[in-house]
């Protein structure tokens, strides 16, 4: 029962270049959507979020965008740099609770090469 | 200005011991999730607990695990009896009760 779905478990892409990570959800219940980073050996770090009232959240080179029909959402990093080589999970949750907990997919594999 | 610390990092059990894994939070944070990563697996949330009282824990196992978070002190998850299906990395966040997480570098435990 995943809720939460990345269905590449990798991608490569050359520096300079656009890299777009992919997530869907199952849960229509989710109404806020996260992006973590993680190196090896190494807890997961923030990158950006999204609520569900908005369809786009930009922060330098990331962008996050959200199709709610399509219970889709995509992480842009441009351009894309080789210390961007990582691991990015796409989490989501459910305000309307209190505990904030998160539901991750399985990860992403990126890597840039130079 | 520590982040969120997890002790030990690696830690190495035998089956049918019992493993401690402590989470020390950020300062002024006083809320805590433990989250378990298997292998080739997205995290998965465990157990989220205030101090002194435990708030969620609708993703712990039934038996064998248990998590605190006393008054004073880091938190603890404790796990008797480890079977090789534990051996996992153990994520340890913290936040003041938003969306705001810090994660700790995580235990990884594994059991032979």
């Known amino acids: 029962d995943q809720q939460v779905k990345q269905n590449s478990p990798s991608l490569s892409v050359q520096e300079g270049r656009i890299s777009i990570l992919n997530c869907d959800y199952t849960n229509s219940m989710f109404d806020y959507f996260l992006w973590y980073k993680k190196y090896p050996a190494e807890g997961p770090t923030f990158l950006i979020s999204?609520?569900?009232?908005?369809d786009k959240n930009e922060d330098g080179r990331f962008t996050v965008f959200l199709n709610k029909s399509a219970k889709h959402l995509s992480l842009h990093i441009v351009p894309s740099q080789p210390g961007d080589s990582a691991v990015y999970f796409c989490?989501?949750?459910?305000?309307?609770?209190?505990?904030?907990?998160?539901?991750f997919g399985k990860g992403t594999l990126l890597t840039v090469n130079p | 200005n520590a982040g969120v610390m997890q002790n030990p990092r690696h830690l190495v059990r035998r089956r049918g011991q019992e493993a401690r894994l402590r989470c020390s939070p950020m300062?002024?944070?006083?809320?805590v999730y433990w989250y378990r990563q298997l292998p080739e697996e997205g995290l998965k949330f465990m157990v989220y607990?205030?101090?002194?009282?435990?708030?969620?824990e609708s993703g712990m196992p039934k038996e064998r695990f248990s998590a605190e978070f006393p008054k004073e002190g880091p938190s603890i998850l404790r796990i008797q009896q480890v079977v090789r299906g534990d051996s996992a990395a153990y994520f340890c966040?913290?936040?003041?009760?938003?969306?705001?997480?810090?994660f700790g570098s995580g235990t990884r435990l594994t059991v032979v």
């Open positions: 989490a989501a949750s459910y305000s309307g609770g209190s505990n904030y907990k998160l539901t």
């Open positions: 300062k002024g944070h006083s809320h």
């Open positions: 966040a913290s936040n003041k009760g938003n969306y705001g997480y810090t």
């Open positions: 607990l205030q101090k002194e009282n435990i708030i969620d």
């Open positions: 999204i609520s569900s009232i908005k």
